[in-house]
């Protein structure tokens, strides 16, 4: 953790800061400091030393490193006791549910550079290759029926594309429930698992799991997927901070889940202007069954209102939508 630490206040200089300085404020040895600068060195960081000055990170224009220590130069060392870095995990949802039946406490985030596993809803793998996504689980503990957990993964639509925009400038659309897009393409999927006491069948808690395609250029999609998925790079062709969009992301969480339910109209009323899904001509999917539908508009609950081709009305709390080939 020295390591990352060390990186942490390099990163948030412009200048050169004295090894004596950096012990003093970690409360280690000036050796542990001399041993943490070598091993980011080793790892690739371009660190200056002058003796008399201290150490200095030049940049490193062309490395996207999603660690602790690249994180922590965005969030406080209170947060980051809170949020635990992999390098590769089969998922951050599986990874999350092991340590929430431990005990891990609501805002506890699991993030990793690489999922081996990485899932979808119903069932579906989400691709989540290393260095150029963001792959994050919170641990929410809210006291609230599972009649109540649609809403919360609409409001962490609006979170995402929330820390998006605070980071590119851009604000994706929300296609309902849980998936983020850009030029009518996935950018973004939310999974949300929720544990519920057999007894008070209260939620004991839900992990809201978000993969986003940050850096993938777009020759670098499998040819299933590049007609319906696309990345913030493919878009707008600039390089985005994965570590930079992350703890921005994990901020926009914390703030919904403080505003958790007081705040609905607030969430609902942003929901609503973000999404792209009222208004088109859809179908409506169960099993293998697709229906034509019309989205008339975002409920009260987050759910959907849909009309029927023979005039019947349904309000869809859960299930799945497309708007592929439909016109």
């Not at 062309?62 to 995990?89: F, N, P, Q, W």
């Not at 696309?230 to 707008?236: F, G, Q």
Request: charged share 30%; proline share 2%; glycine share 6%.
């Amino acid at each position: 953790m020295i390591k990352e630490e060390v990186l942490a206040i390099l990163k948030k200089k412009n200048d050169y800061v004295s090894g004596e300085k950096i012990s003093t404020e970690l409360g280690v040895s000036r050796m542990a400091i001399s041993h943490a600068v070598k091993s980011l060195r080793n790892d690739g960081y371009n660190i200056s030393s002058v003796t008399n000055k201290g150490y200095r990170l030049l940049e490193n224009p062309d490395m996207d490193r999603l660690t602790a220590g690249e994180l922590m130069s965005y969030l406080s060392r209170e947060r980051m006791k809170h949020v635990l870095c992999l390098d590769i995990v089969d998922s951050t949802n599986t990874k999350l549910r092991e340590l929430a039946f431990d005990g891990a406490d609501s805002g506890y985030v699991v993030m990793a550079n690489q999922q081996t596993c990485g899932r979808g809803r119903l069932g579906r793998s989400f691709m989540s290759p290393k260095d150029t996504g963001i792959y994050l689980s919170m641990l929410l503990r809210p006291d609230c029926l599972p009649k109540d957990c649609p809403a919360i993964t609409a409001w962490t639509g609006v979170a995402v594309s929330r820390a998006i925009k605070r980071v590119t400038g851009i604000s994706p659309s929300i296609k309902w429930v849980n998936d983020l897009y850009m030029s009518d393409k996935k950018i973004c999927g939310i999974l949300s698992e929720l544990s519920v006491e057999s007894e008070s069948g209260h939620v004991q808690h839900i992990i809201v799991g978000i993969g986003i395609n940050v850096n993938e250029r777009s020759n670098e999609f499998p040819d299933d997927l590049k007609n319906i998925a696309t990345s913030i790079y493919a878009e707008t062709g600039k390089k985005t901070s994965r570590a930079e969009l992350a703890a921005a992301l994990i901020e926009e969480l914390d703030i919904m889940s403080s505003k958790w339910p007081c705040a609905k109209e607030e969430y609902l009323d942003e929901y609503r202007r973000l999404t792209m899904t009222t208004g088109r001509d859809i179908y409506v999917i169960s099993g293998e069954n697709k229906t034509k539908a019309k989205a008339l508009e975002i409920n009260e609950d987050f759910s959907l209102k849909v009309r029927y081709e023979d005039e019947t009305i349904e309000n869809l709390s859960s299930g799945e939508i497309s708007t592929k080939f439909v016109n």
